[in-house]
């Protein structure tokens, strides 16, 4: 069924953002798609010798994902290499940069919290590699751990959640992350995370559920964005489903 809180990259426009080059950015959760707050998400193709220049951004968190492709990201002057399924986390003010080594193009998905919006006083741009500030707060990036130990969330049944991006892992302050795996007939019983926009970002299977009242379904490449307060529930259809939980709330939440 059609529903306001699920949307889909191909119902978006593509843009290209500051300060990157070869980069299509689609923002499926954001503002002006889904009256979103707290959280903006996007999903970004990047071709080859391409990505983002140095860059920081001073009062926001962001979270990336790679859905397919491999790259060399760089954060506080620490250079690592990204793969299909691989996190990356950025703290507020670190310097940071992405560029493609793979042949095919890159997609990731990038989670904003509080929202970007391509807003210029939200960046700012290194002048050039060897900007000295690209290479300080070293201290406060943390390896994304990609191995934690599966847990069970409250309200959730028949699923387990792999925390990536929380205040634990990462010391995050916007963000609470994790990989959902559902049995089917598993999901979650109708409940609200007070102070909190939640997206569920379906990576395989299909769901049907509620939003404050309004059933909707969804399925494998579908995001479902829950809002501040909204009362949520969902179950897992035949086969069971993969999915990203993402929850955005202010640094006290």
Same mark, same amino acid.
Do not use: K
């Given at each position: 069924?059609?529903?306001?809180?699920?949307?889909?990259?191909?119902?978006?426009?593509?843009?290209?953002?500051?300060?990157?080059?070869?980069?299509?950015?689609?923002?499926?959760?954001?503002?002006?798609?889904?009256?979103?707050?707290?959280?903006?998400?996007?999903?970004?193709?990047?071709?080859?010798?391409?990505?983002?220049?140095?860059?920081?951004?001073?009062?926001?968190?962001?979270?990336?994902?790679?859905?397919?492709?491999?790259?060399?990201?760089?954060?506080?002057?620490?250079?690592?290499?990204?793969?299909?399924?691989?996190?990356?986390?950025?703290?507020?003010?670190?310097?940071?940069?992405?560029?493609?080594?793979?042949?095919?193009?890159?997609?990731?998905?990038?989670?904003?919290?509080?929202?970007?919006?391509?807003?210029?006083?939200?960046? #700012?741009?290194?002048?050039?590699?060897?900007?000295?500030?690209?290479?300080?707060?070293?201290?406060?990036?943390?390896?994304?751990?990609?191995?934690?130990?599966?847990?069970?969330?409250?309200?959730?049944?028949?699923?387990?959640?792999?925390?990536?991006?929380?205040?634990?892992?990462?010391?995050?302050?916007?963000?609470?992350?994790?990989?959902?795996?559902?049995?089917?007939?598993?999901?979650?019983?109708?409940? #609200?995370?007070?102070?909190?926009?939640?997206?569920?970002?379906?990576?395989?299977?299909?769901?049907?559920?509620?939003?404050?009242?309004?059933?909707?379904?969804?399925?494998?490449?579908?995001?479902?964005?829950?809002?501040?307060?909204?009362?949520?529930?969902?179950?897992?259809?035949?086969?069971?489903?993969?999915?990203?939980?993402?929850?955005?709330?202010?640094?006290?939440?």
């Amino acid at each position: 069924m059609t529903s306001p809180f699920v949307r889909r990259a191909a119902d978006v426009p593509a843009y290209s953002p500051a300060n990157h080059t070869g980069t299509a950015n689609q923002r499926v959760i954001g503002r002006e798609t889904v009256g979103a707050r707290r959280v903006e998400v996007l999903l970004g193709t990047i071709s080859r010798g391409h990505g983002a220049l140095p860059h920081a951004h001073p009062n926001l968190e962001q979270a990336s994902y790679l859905v397919q492709g491999e790259g060399i990201g760089e954060s506080a002057g620490r250079s690592h290499m990204l793969r299909a399924g691989d996190w990356s986390f950025n703290p507020m003010g670190v310097f940071h940069r992405f560029e493609v080594v793979s042949e095919a193009p890159v997609q990731v998905m990038v989670v904003y919290a509080p929202p970007y919006s391509e807003n210029p006083d939200a960046a #700012t741009v290194a002048d050039g590699a060897d900007d000295p500030r690209c290479r300080v707060h070293a201290d406060t990036v943390r390896e994304v751990p990609m191995h934690a130990a599966a847990r069970s969330l409250p309200h959730y049944h028949g699923a387990l959640a792999r925390p990536v991006i929380t205040r634990e892992t990462v010391n995050a302050r916007h963000l609470d992350i994790c990989q959902l795996a559902v049995q089917a007939s598993g999901g979650a019983e109708a409940h #609200t995370v007070p102070g909190t926009e939640q997206v569920l970002f379906l990576q395989s299977g299909s769901i049907s559920g509620e939003i404050n009242g309004q059933g909707f379904t969804a399925d494998s490449g579908d995001w479902v964005f829950v809002p501040e307060d909204g009362r949520f529930s969902f179950a897992a259809l035949a086969g069971g489903c993969e999915a990203i939980l993402v929850r955005a709330h202010d640094a006290s939440g």
